[in-house]
């Protein structure tokens, strides 16, 4: 993403707040992992959204009509100590220079500062509850602003949640964002077909992810968009698997749903497929179920068409095969009305995709379901999961476990498939894996 794309999201931004505002976007903390030992930072989305900004310890401050500068950063110094240790910053000079910021200080003077910038302000973007220490940093200087009143200051009225403006922004793509989200959709292909020719019975799941990552780091991806889930037999009918460490067996199915993430945009798909390359008939029927499903359930991805659509389309080819397959007995919408289905399909079709894997933006508009729009982007999944031992389920189901998965580009005309190269059916997947063996 360049310069450009961060200052357009600001000028929005900046627009929204207006000169009786001031808005204060933190970055994540860092966690640690074990130790003196931290997880990778990753910056928080909404911050890295407005300013590309990727260090930790920093924050984003937008006051518009300050004629000193209207885009404040404060990031950590420059150290030579520090980064001979771990690695390079910024600094002052670069918060301004490489990320567009009008002015910079260091984050240490953060408590000095901020005050005088809120003095007299109507109101603070800023979204409480997502870093509840920061939340008091907030607190204090609006309680210090408060005590000057003999002084004639006046401390903002309000503060208004800068999630819920900045996630209407990131619902709906840009093209560069969706150039982006393309680029993590091809990566993520590639690497679900490694998967599927390294796949073989004695195999462990974690051996099958290695080939994963491997594609991802391989193509430009640093991360996986979220853990990767490599569930074999019965572990694909846990809906967030991620042990990943046991044995593939013979006859057995493979459910994986793993994503990359490419300049901080998510893909997410989920393929499942036999282990040893050939479905058996038991399998290959709920595979065409859950199939037919989700192509319902994209065709119904169309711009003014509501949120649920896909869901409601998906849930009435799985409930009709399901009835098809003995599986369930009775009228399909009496089944449907009494929810018999979800005891085999227990998650909804889809979810928002974007900087986050679930991606922000309300699915309801007051009471409504949210009309989709162009550059909109979602994952269209429905599944079955029928584990062993499950009441009145006939052996032959037992331990089939499948999600289908897809991300979708809400377009003018109808949608795009970003993830659509993948192998689908029966009959490409068996033919890539014969290919490999």
Request: some cysteine; glycine content about 8%.
């Amino acid at each position: 993403m360049d310069k450009q794309e961060f200052a357009r999201r600001r000028k929005r931004l900046m627009d929204i707040v207006n000169s009786g505002g001031i808005a204060i976007q933190p970055t994540a903390p860092e966690h640690v992992r074990n130790g003196d030992v931290l997880f990778p930072h990753r910056a928080d989305s909404d911050f890295h959204y407005l300013t590309g900004f990727a260090e930790p310890e920093a924050v984003a401050v937008f006051v518009p009509d300050r004629k000193q500068g209207e885009f404040l950063l404060f990031c950590r110094e420059r150290d030579p100590a520090a980064e001979t240790w771990h690695g390079r910053r910024a600094g002052i000079e670069g918060a301004c220079e490489l990320y567009g910021a009008d002015d910079a200080f260091p984050i240490s003077d953060i408590d000095e500062i901020l005050p005088g910038l809120i003095e007299n302000k109507e109101r603070i973007f800023y979204t409480m509850g997502r870093y509840p220490e920061f939340d008091q940093h907030v607190l204090a200087w609006v309680a210090e602003v408060s005590g000057r009143k003999r002084a004639g200051v006046h401390s903002p009225e309000e503060i208004v949640s800068l999630a819920h403006h900045l996630h209407e922004m990131r619902l709906v793509k840009s093209r560069k964002e969706i150039a982006a989200m393309k680029q993590a959709a091809k990566i993520s292909v590639l690497a679900h077909e490694q998967a599927m020719r390294t796949c073989k019975p004695g195999l462990r799941e974690y051996e099958v992810e290695a080939a994963l990552l491997n594609t991802f780091m391989q193509g430009g991806s640093r991360s996986p968009a979220y853990p990767s889930i490599v569930g074999g037999g019965e572990n694909g009918c846990i809906l967030h698997y991620t042990e990943n460490n046991a044995v593939l067996n013979d006859g057995e199915l493979l459910l994986i749903d793993a994503g990359a993430e490419y300049d901080h945009y998510a893909s997410d798909i989920t393929r499942t497929f036999p282990v040893n390359g050939r479905f058996s008939s038991a399998q290959r029927d709920v595979y065409e179920v859950v199939l037919a499903a989700q192509a319902a359930a994209i065709a119904k991805v169309q711009p003014g068409n509501h949120w649920n659509d896909p869901h409601e389309a998906a849930v009435k080819v799985l409930t009709k095969g399901l009835v098809e397959l003995n599986i369930l007995k009775g009228r399909v919408p009496t089944l449907i009305k009494e929810g018999a289905y979800r005891q085999y399909y227990m998650h909804r079709t889809g979810h928002w995709l974007g900087m986050d894997v679930h991606d922000v933006g309300d699915y309801k508009v007051g009471t409504q379901w949210r009309l989709l729009e162009p550059g909109m982007v979602l994952t269209v999944e429905p599944g079955l999961y029928l584990p062993a031992g499950t009441k009145g389920l006939a052996k032959r189901w037992w331990n089939i476990g499948i999600r289908i998965e897809d991300d979708v580009l809400v377009t003018s005309s109808g949608n795009e498939v970003l993830t659509g190269a993948l192998a689908k059916s029966v009959a490409e997947i068996e033919a890539l894996m014969a290919r490999a063996a």
